[in-house]
């Protein structure tokens, strides 16, 4: 069974940059599959972040691509999120995810982790 | 970037009742790659229906998923107490994956 764990700061200073990582387990993430992040601030709705591919191949949200980088970490059998400049519209609970084996539609899901941007 | 509108909002209905949440696109959704979740309080969402019909494993045949196009629909034959959640939609035929603002299920 495929589990997802999301893990880093739950606070996080204005302007600084958003942490994440999600450790899998389960599953060999060198094996194949896409991963990604999404997130949902409080009371609303979901939103796409990033995605990679074992292989190290990503893509983004445009409208936060300028501020995100998504990472693998084959060894360690995790990713990470990184979000640079944030601000209080950040705030919000992240879900790490595993794509289906076409990397298209969400199949695996971590519990999520909320993160607050506050000073 | 497509927009996908759900409607209702907030249905309230009683539990044994019928039910259809409809998901319309912007634009046409490349080979209807469409999803559907669930997610309750506290939840993470749960993958009920990809590709438009085709259930996720171990989602019992209540849910069913249809449509084409622009105009997608999830219907719940019968809905059980543990159905009263909130449900998105999801495309992921473009390169920017976008879901709806969500439509709450909730007990009348």
């Known amino acids: 069974q495929v589990q997802l764990q999301e893990s880093g700061p739950g606070l996080v200073k204005p302007s600084e940059t958003l942490s994440l990582t999600c450790g899998v387990s389960g599953y060999s993430i060198s094996s194949g599959y896409w991963w990604g992040w999404v997130r949902q601030p409080p009371g609303e709705g979901l939103e796409w972040i990033a995605t990679i591919h074992h292989t190290g191949s990503t893509y983004y949200n445009p409208s936060l691509k300028s501020r995100v980088t998504i990472s693998v970490d084959t060894s360690n059998n995790q990713f990470s999120l990184n979000l640079t400049s944030v601000t209080a519209a950040d705030t919000a609970v992240f879900y790490c995810?595993?794509?289906?084996?076409?990397?298209?539609?969400?199949?695996?899901w971590g519990q999520g982790t909320l993160v607050t941007v506050s000073s | 970037e497509i927009v996908l509108t759900q409607s209702p909002g907030t249905l309230s209905l009683s539990p044994g009742e019928r039910v259809t949440l409809s998901c319309r696109a912007s634009?046409?959704?490349?080979?209807?790659?469409l999803a559907w979740y669930q997610q309750k309080p506290g939840q993470a969402p749960r993958l009920l229906i990809h590709?438009?019909?085709s259930r996720a494993t171990g989602i019992p045949d209540r849910f069913s998923g249809s449509g084409s196009g622009t105009d997608f629909s999830l219907t719940i034959s019968r809905l059980e107490p543990g159905d009263f959640a909130v449900y998105y939609c999801q495309q992921y035929g473009s390169s920017v994956y976008t879901f709806g603002q969500g439509t709450k299920l909730e007990i009348k």
């Open positions: 634009q046409s959704v490349n080979n209807n790659y």
């Open positions: 590709d438009a019909f």
């Open positions: 995810a595993r794509h289906d084996g076409s990397g298209y539609y969400f199949d695996y």
